[in-house]
T-cell receptor
Framework: SQTIHQWPATLVQPVGSPLSLECTVE??????LYWYRQAAGRGLQLLFY??????ISSEVPQNLSASRPQDRQFILSSKKLLLSDSGFYLC?????????FGPGTRLTVL | DQQVKQNSPSLSVQEGRISILNCDYT??????FLWYKKYPAEGPTFLIS?????DKNEDGRFTVFLNKSAKHLSLHIVPSQPGDSAVYFC???????????FGTGTSLTVIP
């Protein structure tokens, strides 16, 4: 069965510091991978998706970037965090009409 | 612009009664809809889906109803159980492509 891992579970970072969130998937090959963010009072917003190694599509202009160095690894990064980057970040893999989410990372930028 | 809206941030229901969670959408091109359930500190898990060719889909205690003319979706849980207490998100997409639009969620509390 497929498993999706995300770490860390929680993170508190100062404004202006860098960010790296990692997501790995087990039990599936060449998955579509997604990064979502839920900000306070908002729905889950799609940030990036990837259909293969090195292929990244960005859905919204922002302070973040994503990379997919390996088939089952998806990384969310920032060079300098903003206060508005605070939120709950979810990695997901997709098959057909489904999205299967990881446990999420709660990021607080102070 | 929120294309999928869940106007009730919270709902409390007595155990054994029916829970009805509502969702409205604005994009008439949406033809695939899903409900997710989320416990604290966990990612959402898929609950049930419906495509626009149907107006009802049932899975055990969970039934999703779709009213395309009203652009309205609802999830019925009967009978409600304390373990159903969670945040429920609805989502919509055009086909099963990469962009799913999620609502803001409704927090359901089932009172024993």
């Amino acid at each position: 069965s497929q498993t999706i891992h995300q770490w860390p579970a929680t993170l508190v970072q100062p404004v202006g510091s860098p960010l790296s969130l990692e997501c790995t998937v087990e039990g599936t090959s060449n998955p579509n991978l997604y990064w979502y963010r839920q900000a306070a009072g908002r729905g889950l917003q799609l940030l990036f998706y990837s259909v293969g190694i090195g292929q990244i599509s960005s859905e919204v202009p922002q302070n973040l970037s994503a990379s997919r160095p390996q088939d089952r690894q998806f990384i969310l990064s920032s060079k300098k965090l903003l206060l508005s980057d605070s939120g709950f970040y979810l990695c997901a893999w997709g098959a057909g009409g489904g999205r299967y989410f990881g446990p999420g990372t709660r990021l607080t930028v102070l | 612009d929120q294309q999928v809206k869940q106007n009730s941030p919270s709902l409390s229901v007595q155990e054994g009664r029916i829970s009805i969670l509502n969702c409205d959408y604005t994009n008439s091109m949406f033809d695939y809809f899903l409900w997710y359930k989320k416990y604290p500190a966990e990612g959402p898990t898929f609950l049930i889906s419906i495509s626009s060719i149907k107006d009802k889909n049932e899975d055990g205690r969970f039934t999703v109803f779709l009213n395309k003319s009203a652009k309205h979706l609802s999830l019925h849980i009967v009978p409600s159980q304390p373990g159903d207490s969670a945040v429920y998100f609805c989502a919509a997409s055009v086909g099963t492509g990469n962009q799913f639009y999620f609502g803001t969620g409704t927090s359901l509390t089932v009172i024993p």
